[in-house]
């Protein structure tokens, strides 16, 4: 009998540290997985304590392996085949599991999880590999094999696999909560929204747009950069925000040397407005100390003040060689370092202040009524819900949400 790659195993990541709370995070993973793999309809999903399988029913096994290695909460996974508990249904697919007619080197690696099956492991890997020894060309070598094929004895089944594939390990999405991520066209807030995610938070992201000094294009690059980010989650909602009233009015009521650290301030009253809105428990950025001006800890701790939420910063203590590595693993740097300014990076003042004093923004910001305009800019919010994979009907959907 001909078997073929049926089924895919999935092993649990970080979750299987987690106790009592093992079931909750089983439960979001399913959850998570069943909506990253919305595009292929005939799935169907077995979760079980330490295993979960998924049933490709004629789907293509390579592209749902694809989308699987964005889910967060996978250790590793395995497109397998599944056989009865039985020697020669095992045996056979043991054979299929390889291209016999191109040889290499292989070693057989048996798990008997239930001890009733007769067979100990040490036996089936004598079996396994006595029965492609004889049908084929290819030798065994235990210390550095080609391919290692995998035996998993269940008590209702057997899964023989050949592959053993990364996940992207951390937590499920959702079971740490909500937190909204100042999005800009930069390198390091893509990076620090999927380390994010990796700790199971659900994010949303907020970009500040000042029209018509920064163009279209960097608008739709933000939008892009969370195309690439998306797929991590499912989908993922981004605020952008019209901030060039507001922007214009720190320069004509304070110092240019303070514009930048006043411009953060109001970034984060209206990023804080916006969380509370959408049930976010923390605001989120890329920033890493003493990166620039206004990253330095006199920075941080003024532009902190005007929040009570908590503030995260994944890549705080990362240098920036560290930060692109991980911006190419996710495939967001190439975008990152397309040449379309944010509305940070064309207001920088040439001579910003790296230790402001809060007494003076206090000063400053009392010179005009700036609350109306924060909340204006939290009111006039455009939300876009940005998904890996949507036909049009689930996009008409989503747009009514808002």
């Known amino acids: 009998m001909d078997y073929h790659y049926d089924h895919i195993l999935i092993r649990y990541g970080e979750l299987s540290l987690k106790g009592k709370n093992r079931q909750n995070f089983i439960h979001k993973l399913l959850e998570n997985m069943k909506k990253a793999l919305k595009p292929f309809p005939a799935l169907e999903f077995d979760a079980g304590y330490d295993r979960m399988y998924v049933y490709l029913h004629g789907e293509d096994c390579d592209e749902v392996c694809s989308v699987i290695s964005k889910v967060f909460g996978i250790s590793s996974f395995s497109p397998a085949i599944k056989v009865k508990p039985e020697l020669d249904e095992i045996l056979e697919a043991v054979k299929s599991s390889i291209d016999l007619e191109h040889p290499g080197t292989f070693k057989i690696q048996a798990r008997r999880h239930d001890k009733m099956f007769p067979h ?64 800009s066209g930069g390198i390091d807030s893509p990076v620090a929204s999927y380390l994010m995610m990796k700790k199971g938070v659900h994010i949303e992201c907020v970009h500040f747009a000042a029209p018509p000094y920064t163009s279209a294009q960097a608008r739709d690059k933000v939008l892009d950069l969370a195309r690439l980010i998306a797929p991590y989650q499912g989908d993922i909602v981004v605020h952008v925000v019209p901030f060039t009233t507001l922007q214009l009015s720190i320069y004509q009521n304070a110092p240019e040397s303070y514009a930048i650290t006043l411009m953060r301030r109001m970034m984060m009253r209206i990023a804080q407005g916006l969380a509370e809105k959408r049930h976010c428990l923390a605001i989120a950025t890329g920033e890493s100390v003493g990166q620039v001006a206004s990253q330095t800890l006199e920075s941080v701790f003024v532009i902190n003040h005007v929040v009570s939420m908590p503030i995260l910063r994944p890549v705080v203590c990362m240098d920036k060689n560290e930060i692109i590595a991980i911006a190419r693993q996710i495939g967001t740097y190439e975008t990152s370092i397309q040449p379309f300014e944010d509305c940070c990076t064309i207001f920088t003042p040439k001579s910003p202040v790296t230790k402001p004093k809060l007494e003076k923004c206090l000063e400053y910001e009392k010179r005009w009524d700036w609350q109306p305009m924060v909340q204006d800019c939290i009111d006039q919010a455009e939300s876009i819900r940005l998904s890996f994979k949507e036909t049009p009907a689930e996009k008409q959907e989503e747009e009514d949400l808002f």
């Open 120 to 183: 100990k492991s040490d036996e089936l890997n004598r079996l396994a590999a006595t029965v492609i020894l004889k049908n084929s060309d290819w030798k065994v070598d235990v210390h550095n094999p080609d391919v290692t094929i995998l035996i998993e004895v269940r008590q209702d089944a057997v899964y023989i696999m050949a592959k053993k594939l990364p996940g992207a390990g951390g937590f499920p999405v959702g079971v740490g909560g909500r937190a909204m991520v100042l999005l």
